[in-house]
């Protein structure tokens, strides 16, 4: 008798455990590891997915076991390799088995069949279609069109299915369906391009990389290259050399947005061996692209963090361009790390991994200066040009009287570019019209009832929005504090940006770009495929628009509001903010047009500002190493952080500073230390109240184990019902 070891499809807790199961003799030599099955499951006997990770020939078990009912398909799912993976990424990340081979695959959809009719016998229509003249008229379409999609003949025609299948009864046509791969880019038509020569820098940082792809129990390279240096060949020349090999090669992007321009010159390069995969997509075209890797059809997967697990069966390379962007770390469980999943596959397939960046985070940097990282580096343009960078004090155009959210030397460079017929970009790290909205008289904010933050003011459609929970409100004639009618709207965001450009240069065409007006499918390339053809003259957006995007003709980018993101209470505030300005920064100047960037601040003397002017990465790096070291704070210490969430304010607190004292407790006598208990950064969210507490450790497993002990322990003597526990190790920002 065999038996399976079946991880159940349910993700409680207390079910994330191997079940086993009596293979029965039907199934003897059908089933594989890695197969998803039905199983009956429960005191019902409930029908349910599970997915087998293990096949034995005993069982550890003294009860009476069930045996699986079906094969939900006809081959496996998961190759071993991968779930290993997932068991590695179940324990690292603190999550069950479960949560992370569904993280693994797409949601698996039904093939998207497409029915097609033709012609047939129709020497013999004229003689059975005499009394239906409808037929008649679908037959001799039939005869100028031959075979065609059932649907558009309905279409065209307006005809019913049942005057079609009256001629399918009467012998003159056939209804035949053919399976459809639903691809969200077309790859077929795409114009194969020849790729630039590569320069003597960057063939360099190729060979390098390429003479690590064929040896295993290697580190990660960290390429190091500057805006507008030639990556994206880079990666293209390595991927190609994996391909030569008969490898395959995944390519993250970011986000979404960069995901256009990324897969264009991929595909114009590769073709057909190209895909691309991310939530953008239905899940129907999710799963036929995963299908086309794991059957070997493509051999290039691009896409933001869930591309990683395509199923590739020889993984050569991954590539993970803009290592530095915190969107390659997951919000929801699981919450892996794009990063260190992808050095877990290089140690389990022998993959080659290079992480790129112009900015490379702060913990990639010292890694490779510690040596656990091999550092590569770009320090040219490939036009050798880089833009002139300005810091305009903002604190002056108040005194000269400018109330513009534009300084005069921004205004006079954005007419300068318009009237030389080149192309601008305004950066702001925010969306919608006005931060918030207030009473002059009383002094009253509009928030949100449910949350606890400000409305946004959201001029289109002239309504205040919560960003936390989506909540609306129309803009009250009156102030609901003190009954006057003196509302006004402060701040800026990329609508109020938009409109000051309409104001000041009625004749530019101007396209904007962030959350709001990228909530439609393909909105992100069709965006900006009309700037690149040159339909606008200027792009506002926000961080979607700040790294990873070549537009030859910009010559200017303004950086409408530096201090937004320096003013965040995150220890890596300064690191963002140079990321973000030197990326966006990198977007003007990239052919043979000299580049301008105006960086509008209060703060010009800050050292994150000086050096992004400077484009200075290793200045501010031992800045700011500096100052992690003093404070105890990554790459030098570990962080966790524990938040409890709950309808009632008052058990949240009470609960939160019990936790804190059972903390405080086992932790004597070690190296652990303690922020907090405090309320989270927005104390409310969704009517939920929000504390946490953060510890600092210098070794990551004991930490994740303290904190985890500390919270069985309360769990022991309190009840923590209608308490939600959220725990991340180095979160991506403070909650």
């Known amino acids: 008798m065999k038996y399976a070891e079946v991880i159940i499809g349910l993700k409680a807790k207390e079910l994330d455990r191997i079940y086993y199961y009596i293979i029965p003799d039907k199934l003897i030599g059908l089933i594989e590891v890695g197969m998803r099955v039905s199983v009956p499951f429960g005191r019902g006997n409930r029908k349910t997915e599970g997915y087998v990770i293990g096949i034995c020939d005993e069982a550890p078990t003294k009860h009476t076991l069930k045996e699986i009912s079906a094969l939900k398909d006809g081959f496996p799912v998961f190759s071993k390799e991968r779930i290993e993976l997932a068991k590695w990424m179940a324990n690292k990340y603190y999550c069950t088995l479960t949560e992370c081979l569904q993280c693994i695959i797409p949601k698996i959809a039904k093939d998207k069949t497409v029915k097609y009719i033709s012609p ?232 080659t991994v290079v992480l790129g960046s112009a900015t490379p985070s702060i913990n990639s940097y010292y890694k490779a200066l510690q040596g656990e990282y091999r550092l590569l580096e770009l320090k040219n343009r490939i036009n050798m040009k880089f833009p002139d960078i300005y810091a305009v004090d903002m604190r002056d155009e108040i005194v000269l009287g400018n109330k513009s959210m534009f300084s005069i030397r921004l205004q006079k460079a954005i007419g300068e570019a318009l009237a030389d017929k080149k192309q601008v970009i305004l950066f702001l790290n925010r969306r919608g019209h ?49 009954g006057s009618k003196y509302i006004k709207y402060f701040g800026i965001g990329t609508e109020k940006i938009m409109a000051e450009v309409n104001k000041l240069f009625p004749e530019a065409r101007v396209l904007r770009m962030d959350a709001d007006t990228t909530k439609t499918r393909d909105s992100h390339r069709q965006i900006l495929s009309a700037f690149a053809r040159g339909e606008a003259d200027v792009l506002v957006g926000t961080q979607m628009i700040a790294k990873g995007l070549d537009f030859p003709r910009v010559v200017l980018v303004g950086v409408v509001a530096a201090d937004m993101s320096l003013n965040s209470s995150d220890f890596r505030a300064a690191e963002n903010t140079f990321q973000l300005i030197t990326q966006v920064a990198g977007r003007a100047g990239r052919a ?100 946490r507490i953060i510890i600092k450790g210098l070794e990551e497993e004991k930490l994740k184990n303290y904190a985890f002990y500390c919270l069985n322990k309360l769990r022991e003597r309190e009840d923590m019902g209608g308490i939600s526990v959220n725990v991340t190790i180095n979160p991506k920002y403070i909650p």
């Not at 190091?224 to 293209?236: C, E, F």
């Open 120 to 351: 047939c016998n129709m020497e013999n229509a004229e003689a059975l279609l005499k009394r239906s003249k409808r037929q008649a008229e679908i037959a001799e379409f039939l005869k100028k069109t031959g075979r065609i999609e059932l649907d558009r003949l309905m279409s065209e025609l307006n005809v019913s299915s049942a005057s079609v299948l009256g001629l399918v009864e009467k012998g003159l046509a056939v209804i035949d369906e053919t399976e459809v791969i639903r691809d969200f880019y077309k790859a077929t038509n795409a114009e194969k391009k020849n790729s630039p020569t590569p320069t003597a820098d960057q063939q360099r940082v190729i060979n390098e990389v390429v003479s690590d792809l064929e040896y295993t129990g290697k580190k990660p390279f960290l390429l190091m290259g500057v805006t507008g240096s030639g990556k994206t060949l880079v990666y293209m020349e390595i991927v190609d050399k994996a391909l030569k090999m008969g490898k395959q090669a995944i390519v993250l992007v970011p986000e979404i947005s960069l995901t256009p321009q990324t897969v264009q010159r991929f595909i114009e390069r590769f073709g057909e061996l190209v895909s691309v995969t991310h939530s953008g997509m239905t899940d129907g075209e999710r799963y036929d692209q995963w299908k086309k890797a794991r059957t070997g059809r493509i051999s290039v997967m691009i896409g933001p963090r869930s591309a990683l697990f395509a199923p590739f069966d020889n993984l050569g390379v991954v590539i993970i361009d803009e290592e530095h962007e915190k969107t390659y770390k997951s919000d929801i469980s699981p919450k892996y790390d794009a990063i260190e999943t992808a050095i877990k596959l290089q140690e389990i397939y022998g993959t």
């Open 592 to 691: 043979d047009n000299v580049g301008k960037v105006l960086i509008q601040t209060y703060m010009p003397e800050n050292y994150c500002i000086q050096y992004a002017k400077k484009n200075d990465y290793v200045s501010f790096y031992k800045e700011e190493i500096e100052f992690r070291r003093q404070m105890k704070y990554p790459p030098f210490t570990n962080l966790c952080t524990i938040l409890f969430s709950g309808e009632d304010e008052k058990t949240v607190i009470t609960r939160i500073h019990e936790l804190a004292a059972i903390l405080e407790f086992y932790g004597k006598g070690k190296n652990y230390e303690r922020i907090g208990p405090a309320a989270a950064m927005v104390s409310k969210i969704h009517d939920k109240y929000r504390h």
């Open 434 to 482: 006005s931060t918030f909205v207030s009473c002059r008289k009383c002094g009253y904010v509009f928030g949100c009832e449910s949350c606890s933050v400000n409305y946004t003011y959201h001029k289109r459609e002239n309504k205040l929005v919560c960003h936390y929970c989506g909540a609306e409100e129309d803009i009250p004639e009156v102030c609901p504090g003190c």
